[in-house]
């Protein structure tokens, strides 16, 4: 690590919030110190602006493990004020979420809740101005630390700003684990218990950070609701809302939905979104499925995104929407701000919800809005409702429209289009041309994310009247692997291209090894990846050309007819009849 290691010392106290016990050796020290404090008030004092230096000052952060809990792992989440230490309970046979913050004596805790009080209007009068806003804070602190006359040591100056700027700037409580990457749900279940987080490595895990207090846990979610725009009341106690660093939050306010009191589910937002790449890494599509999308997209076939929760039916949309042409009309509408592209032609549209019904603007006000702009590409948060029978008659007139369903196989998104509430005519169902299920399924002891079947819908069937798909791609569970069906939709393409069956598999075959090179020169970048399939789709050959120089010399041997995993041209066209 570049930052200095968590410490651990031999007799450091609990982490947190908690109070720690101060006083000084005697009766007549203390004494001396609060004489000393009254002086200093009444004159001021000095208090030094300077960084925290972790070889010199007293360490922030300290904590023992608990007693028979062992530590797994351990890194920071904002260093040097938090860091996180995993620990595993062999009896219990459950791994513990553990945020350690810098301690706060008895007197530290009273003098930061003066310090909120004081430090609010000052910095809300100086928002906004140029400067650094952590700065700010600091000279702020410094100044009134000196008007109260109070003496604090560099590391004291800096848990009480780690403090203020957690409540100001930051997320409270839960900033800790908005701070790190590996977590991708935080959900608080009520007061005075713990919050869970999903994380990457050790999936649903407790943590040490709860609301003790229902005016607290009551207070936060109020204050989340306000920063992100919402309106949140026992009136109106359930809010879906975007948070201010993009994150979707699910909040509940008071016992009248939750009996437990308030609650939340955070999910957190990627400022770097996956590309193609990281889902082939992640074994959620293999190269041939990316390529045979990545066909789709560009020749302007309706997909739908489909799964369970968790599933990354989003995050596999927003990647495969990094295939669109360059300079194509793009429009995305949404409920929260979930999806980014490096697209220069691109509208972003968000819902909007009002106390007055008559003021908001739905995703049915948004998506009709949107054919008047005479998009190439619509990208549909989730359809769910009477925007399906709008985005249908969006496919059916050319718009091209990708979109996201709750929905565990490929029938379940046939049935629930077709059905209550959304109820889209079997006919305008035939416009959809791919389906993609995504499923979040365990693997040798792993949760992992794959695309459990690649459907096409290839129409009604004129003697049973029923809807007719076959499975292009279906992930098999037992081994990991992909058995490949017919994919007919590359024949469609072939026939709108004018290209034989040997100039569509060099195209396939082409897009396979651009795919594999970049994967292999970890382009997980999404503006460097949109970037690269820009030029692709300006000059293939030129860029095919320059990867297998930059490649010296394994993709070239792949473009000379070496075996590059695909196989023969007649071993290739059997999985494309």
Request: proline share 4%.
């Amino acid at each position: 690590m570049s930052e200095q290691e968590p410490r651990t010392p031999d007799d450091g106290g609990a982490a947190g919030d908690g109070d720690a016990t101060t006083g000084g050796d005697d009766e007549r020290s203390r004494l001396v110190d609060r004489l000393s404090r009254f002086v200093e008030m009444l004159t001021g004092s000095s208090v030094e602006l300077r960084p925290y230096a972790p070889l010199e000052d007293a360490p922030l952060v300290e904590s023992d493990v608990p007693t028979g809990h062992e530590e797994v792992d351990r890194y920071w989440l904002n260093a040097p004020f938090a860091y996180a230490s995993i620990t595993y309970d062999d009896e219990e046979n459950e791994h513990y979420y553990d945020v350690v913050e810098p301690s706060l004596s008895e007197f530290d805790a009273e003098l930061l809740e003066t310090l909120y009080d004081d430090i609010r209007d000052p910095l809300l009068f100086k928002q906004g101005l140029d400067g650094d806003p952590e700065q700010t804070l600091k000279e702020e602190l410094r100044d009134r630390l000196q008007e109260y006359g109070v003496r604090i040591d560099t590391a004291t100056f800096y848990t009480l700003f780690y403090y203020l700027n957690r409540r100001f700037r930051g997320f409270g409580k839960i900033d800790a684990l908005m701070h790190d990457p590996n977590i991708e749900d935080i959900s608080c279940d009520g007061y005075s218990l713990p919050l869970y987080a999903y994380h990457d490595e050790y999936q649903d895990i407790e943590t040490s950070v709860q609301f003790d207090e229902e005016e607290e846990l009551d207070s936060f979610v109020i204050k989340l609701a306000q920063q992100s725009g919402r309106h949140i009341s026992v009136g109106n106690p359930v809010v879906e809302t975007t948070l201010q660093d993009g994150s979707r939050a699910e909040l509940a306010l008071g016992e009248e939905v939750t009996p437990r009191g308030s609650a939340f589910t955070i999910r957190k937002y990627s400022a770097e979104p996956f590309t193609p790449i990281d889902l082939l890494d992640f074994g959620t599509y293999n190269l041939e499925q990316m390529a045979y999308l990545w066909m789709a997209i560009e020749h302007n076939k309706n997909i739908i995104f489909a799964g369970g929760t968790a599933s990354g039916k989003t995050t596999s949309m927003n990647a495969i929407s990094m295939f669109i042409p360059p300079r194509s009309k793009l429009i995305s509408i949404e409920d929260t701000r979930e999806l980014s592209l490096y697209h220069d032609n691109w509208l972003s549209a968000v819902t909007r919800e009002r106390l007055d019904e008559a003021a908001d603007v739905t995703m049915y006000d948004l998506l009709r809005s949107a054919l008047r702009h005479r998009p190439e590409y619509i990208l549909v948060g989730e359809v769910r409702g009477k925007e399906a029978i709008t985005l249908f008659q969006a496919m059916n007139t050319g718009h091209t429209t990708l979109s996201t369903m709750h929905a565990d196989s490929v029938q379940t998104v046939i049935n629930r289009l077709e059905n209550e509430p959304i109820n889209v005519p079997r006919p305008m169902v035939q416009s959809l041309d791919v389906l993609c299920v995504q499923t979040l399924a365990r693997f040798e002891g792993e949760r992992v994310r794959r695309a459990d079947a690649i459907a096409e819908i290839e129409g009604i069937d004129q003697r049973t009247g029923e809807l007719d798909y076959a499975t292009a791609f279906e992930w098999r569970a037992a081994d990991d692997t992909v058995r490949e069906g017919n994919r007919n939709l590359l024949d469609e393409i072939r026939e709108e291209r004018g290209w034989s069956q040997t100039e569509l598999l060099k195209e396939f075959r082409r897009r396979k090894r651009f795919l594999d090179f970049l994967s292999q020169q970890d382009i997980t970048q999404y503006r460097q990846f949109t970037a690269m399939i820009n030029r692709y789709y300006a000059d293939p050959e030129g860029v095919m050309e320059r990867a297998k120089a930059a490649a010296d010399g394994p993709l070239a041997g792949m473009e000379s007819g070496s075996d590059d995993g695909v196989g023969s041209e007649a071993e290739a066209g059997a999985g494309l009849d």
